[in-house]
Every structure is written in structure tokens, then in C-alpha cells.
């Protein structure tokens, strides 16, 4: 059984219960809702995130008022997980440069490995909790 550090328990509530609204566990899901629920705003506000009926992101609703600086950073590497979707004129802010400077770079780089499993398969993680992320 494969072990994924979550933030708290919210964190992997919200995922388990988002890939079962979903009905599918691939790696797109995964990936997405993994890191979706790292953020307790995020995933109050999934439904503008994700159409669960149409099966897609909703990148309009980046710029939503209640979006912080790092919930756009989280954003912004779900959506790209998803289909490599970056933001036209703005692409740089979807590179690991921009993306990993906030207090959610650990569980970057698990929605990473959930979205790349083939790749990442010997990462090895000593000494990390992740458990510090979630306030």
C-alpha cells in the first residue's frame, strides 16, 4: 500500500472524500485533489475550482476575491497537474521559481509524486512531516 503524507487529517479527509465525488482515483485526480485539499480555503472553495459534473478546472476562478497569494500558487500547480494548464501571458507563474516560494512547498512535491508516480518511485522522504503545514 503506498504511504502519502498529507498536512493533517482535513488534508486526507478532503481527499478521499473528493476522489470518491469524482468517482475516479487516476493520477490527474490524485494529483489535483491532493493538492486542493492542502489548504483550508482551497477546499472550502473547491466548487468554484473543479465542475465535478463537466469534469474539469475552472482557472477563472483564480483571481476570486478570497484567493491569497499562496492558495494562487496552489492553484496554479493543481491546474498545471491537471493538463499543464498555465495562465496565457502569465506562464511564468507556473514555474517551480514562482510556485514553490510559500509554506506549502512540501506537499508540492507529493502532489508531484502522486502525479507522476512512474518517475518518482524511489523518493525517499527521512525526517519530513508535513503535519506542520496545516493552521
Not at 19 to 40: C, E, P, Q, W
Not at 44 to 71: M, V
Not at 115 to 135: A, H, K
Amino acid at each position: 500500500m503506498e504511504t502519502i503524507r498529507f498536512a493533517g487529517k482535513e488534508h486526507k479527509n478532503f481527499y478521499y472524500d473528493m476522489l470518491a465525488v469524482a468517482g475516479n482515483t487516476d493520477v490527474y485526480h490524485r494529483a489535483f485533489f491532493y493538492t486542493m485539499g492542502i489548504s483550508k480555503e482551497t477546499r472550502c472553495h473547491i466548487r468554484y475550482l473543479f465542475d465535478f459534473k463537466e469534469n474539469c478546472i475552472k482557472p477563472q476562478n483564480l483571481s476570486a476575491a478570497w484567493q491569497t497569494g499562496g492558495t494562487i500558487r496552489l492553484c496554479r500547480l493543481a491546474f498545471n497537474l491537471w493538463n499543464g494548464w498555465t495562465e496565457e501571458g502569465k506562464e511564468r507563474y507556473s514555474a517551480p521559481y514562482e510556485l514553490f516560494d510559500c509554506r506549502f512547498a512540501p506537499c508540492f512535491f507529493e502532489a508531484i509524486r502522486l502525479r507522476y508516480p512512474e518517475y518518482c518511485r524511489s523518493l525517499e522522504y527521512p525526517g519530513m512531516q508535513l503535519s506542520v503545514m496545516e493552521r
